[in-house]
């Protein structure tokens, strides 16, 4: 049992599905990346707690800009795509001919939020530093 | 775009199999952490967080809200903070973002493992660290 496929990466990376394509491929960038991250987290938190030393230094990487910042990422577009998701499916008849719009909607929304949340932690590591 | 037919079944012809109930599952646990999330903020701003925190922070505590998730901000007396109904919402957040979690990484996994085996064993693996995961966060969040 199971699927067979024959499609190599390259072709996959290749396939033209535009938007919708995109924002399923990155939502579950986002969700997978999500899911890593909270698991290690949540077990270093515990090292932490027992005061094993790995934990520090794993929760002192994640208070890092850089990682602040991919991990907001993972976070709002998986969570603006989702509601994106769950409100197309509430009303299909009425939102899905207007699926590719909508995505486009959701896009602008994503980049005013993500960056907002960018502009918020590189300031906030700016005021940190001085 | 209007021209293009939607062939989705209204719900209640769809009948009740185990992906429908997944389907349900994920929308319902989706809007339910939004519910969560907004909770967190609009209890964050009720304790005071408006002039004591950074948007990072509020998020952070809006996420999970955890007694660890306050410390190291400006907040003076995380009293408040630290109640046993935060230390709820933050188990329910949780479990709620677990379960969520652990079906969409199956799912994930499920579309480059082609063999039943490997399907098995995707399943077991993710839903056994899920488990001790979720003891080891609720761990953090009534003992800390």
């Known amino acids: 049992m199971g699927l067979q496929r024959n499609v190599s990466l390259s072709t996959g990376l290749r396939y033209k599905g535009h938007s919708p394509f995109w924002a399923y491929i990155l939502h579950r960038i986002g969700g997978a990346g999500m899911a890593l991250f909270i698991t290690i987290h949540i077990l270093a938190t515990f090292a932490e707690q027992q005061g094993w030393k790995i934990g520090d230094l794993i929760n002192k990487l994640y208070t890092s800009p850089a990682f602040q910042i991919f991990i907001l990422f993972c976070v709002l577009f998986h969570a603006i795509n989702g509601l994106r998701i769950v409100i197309l499916d509430l009303f299909p008849k009425k939102l899905m001919p207007y699926y590719r719009q909508i995505i486009r909607a959701e896009l602008a929304l994503f980049i005013i939020v993500f960056g907002f949340a960018v502009f918020s932690v590189v300031t906030t590591a700016l005021g940190r530093m001085s | ?144």
């Open chain 2, 1 to 144: 775009m209007s021209h293009l037919k939607s062939r989705a079944l209204p719900i209640s012809k769809r009948g009740l199999s185990f992906e429908m109930f997944m389907w349900a599952f994920t929308r319902a646990t989706a809007l339910g952490m939004y519910g969560f999330i907004l909770l967190g903020v609009i209890g964050a701003l009720i304790m005071g967080a408006q002039h004591n925190m950074t948007f990072v922070e509020v998020l952070r505590w809006a996420l999970i809200t955890n007694p660890g998730h306050v410390e190291s901000t400006q907040i003076a007396d995380v009293t408040p903070w630290v109640s046993s109904f935060w230390r709820l919402i933050a188990s329910g957040m949780l479990l709620t973002a677990g379960s969520h979690g652990v079906h969409g990484v199956i799912v994930i996994l499920d579309d480059y493992l082609p063999k039943d085996n490997q399907r098995n064993w995707n399943r077991y693996l993710n839903m056994g660290i899920f488990g001790l995961v979720a003891l080891a966060g609720l761990y953090i969040i009534w003992t800390a």
